[in-house]
Every structure is written in C-alpha cells, then in structure tokens.
C-alpha cells in the first residue's frame, strides 16, 4: 500500500510537520511505501499563471480552464502539477496536513487544489465524483485548530468544524476520493500560549500519539458520505428522492433567522 502526504505550513519544524512525520512513521510501520510533499519547502507556487505554460493555447487572454485542458490535451502539464498528480495516481491514501488559518487552510494548499486539481486530466464534466480519476482512493484531512473541542463544536464560538471541512473534503470527493472522517488536533495554539510547558508537551505527545494509533487501523476510518451524480436531475439539482448529507445541498431553504 501507498500513501502520499501533503503539508502545508511554512515552519520545517512545526507541530503540523510533527504530525505529518507520525502519519509517515505509523504509516510505514504497517508496511506501506509514503512520499510527502511539503508544499512550502519545495516552493511550490499556489498561484495559477500565463508562465507555467510553454505552449498557451491563446497568448492574448489567459484563460485558465483552457489552458489546463489543452496542456492536459497536448501532455504539456506543468512539471510541478504533473509530479503531484502521478504520485496522487500512486498513492492508495492521500493525508492533507495544514494548520486552520481563518477558518480555512493556508493559501498554499487551496492553490494546490487549483493547479494539481487540474481541467482535463484530472476532472471533466464528466469526469468527477463516482467517475473520477482517483475513484477507488481514500483522502483524509489533518488539521490543527487553535482552541478546544467545544469551540468547534455545531454552537462553537469558532463554528461547526464539519462545516468549516466540507469545502475541502468536499473537492476531495469531487475528484472522486472516498473521504475519511478528518483527525482534528484541537487547542494547539492555545495550549502552547497559555499552559504550563510540561502539561503543553504532554498533551501534544498525546495528540500525536492519537494520530498514530488512528492510522494504525486506517482500514476502519468511516467514510464520510458524499452525493454522487445521480442524485442531481438534468436542472443540477437534488432529485426529491435523493439522500441529503451536508447543509450545503439541502431540500429546501432554510426558515430566516428571527
């Protein structure tokens, strides 16, 4: 078995880089094959531009979506993209590993998902969700937040967590991943800020020690249920007798906060 990582914090030595050495650790203990991508030391650029194409299809206008399928089209994918997306093709699993800034991941990994999520090669109309390039895969995100449990909770002051992850999970699944349900280290920046040195150590040896063990059995992380094409009608939306999993495809419209 294969797994690929993806981290994205800009400090070698962080705690994010910490759990991402673990997932790796646990990982090979049970025999697989793990290559990591870290984003920030490999300088990998989020922003999509004119000059990743040597052959752009319209030199005039840059249209982004063009671009990705003619390169796609030609085999003139961007180096950097093209290394990403054949070890995605190898891994069996791909672990997500970020910090949550602004209640969303650093700029880097969303940039990753534009350039490597790329039209044509990796997903069309046609090809995404139960018909995606990476069907038969699971994806599990990794996340630290800075406060605790209850602050993410469905009434946290910091928002419902499952809805704070759907966006990503959700591109996650539209290329066709089975996603797992993510392993959240809660109260990371807080504990190291405000607690005493060796309660902070303990706890964060206990949060990694936890992440070990989870993948240790990755076998039996649920799935986190997802709409498949058939659930939409020819108008894009959800059919009557389709299933609903997420607040973010609903059967109707919320009643009005009073």
Request: avoid cysteine.
């Given at each position: 078995m294969r797994a690929h990582i993806v981290v994205a914090h800009p400090e070698p030595k962080s705690y994010n880089a910490h759990l991402a050495a673990t997932a790796r650790t646990?990982?090979?203990?049970?025999?697989?094959?793990?290559?990591?991508?870290?984003?920030?030391q490999m300088g990998f650029d989020p922003c999509e531009r004119p000059e990743h194409y040597a052959a752009p299809l319209d030199r005039s206008r840059f249209d982004v979506q063009s671009e990705q399928r003619q390169a796609s089209a030609t085999q003139t994918i961007p180096p950097d993209v093209a290394d990403e997306i054949a070890r995605l093709d190898q891994a069996d699993l791909l672990i997500l590993q970020y910090p949550m800034w602004w209640?969303?991941?650093?700029?880097?990994?969303?940039?990753?998902?534009?350039?490597?999520?790329?039209?044509?090669?990796?997903?069309?109309?046609?090809?995404?969700?139960?018909?995606?390039?990476?069907?038969?895969?699971?994806?599990?995100?990794?996340?630290?937040?800075?406060?605790?449990?209850?602050?993410y909770a469905y009434d946290g002051r910091s928002g419902d967590i499952d809805l704070l992850l759907w966006p990503i999970n959700f591109s996650l699944a539209y290329g066709g991943f089975s996603v797992l349900e993510p392993f959240i280290a809660y109260g990371v920046e807080a504990g190291l800020r405000y607690s005493d040195p060796a309660a902070v150590e303990a706890r964060l040896k206990a949060i990694a020690s936890n992440l070990a063990t989870t993948l240790s059995t990755v076998e039996t992380i649920p799935a986190i249920p997802f709409n498949q094409m058939a659930h939409w009608g020819s108008d894009g939306r959800i059919k009557p007798d389709a299933p609903v999993y997420s607040p973010f495809i609903r059967r109707k419209p919320e009643l009005p906060l009073e």
């Open positions: 646990a990982l090979e203990r049970k025999g697989w094959s793990v290559t990591v991508s870290d984003l920030y209640h969303l991941p650093p700029a880097i990994l969303k940039g990753w998902f534009d350039r490597v999520f790329i039209y044509g090669d990796v997903y069309t109309s046609t090809k995404r969700f139960e018909n995606g390039r990476f069907v038969g895969k699971k994806a599990m995100v990794s996340v630290t937040v800075g406060t605790s449990e209850d602050t």
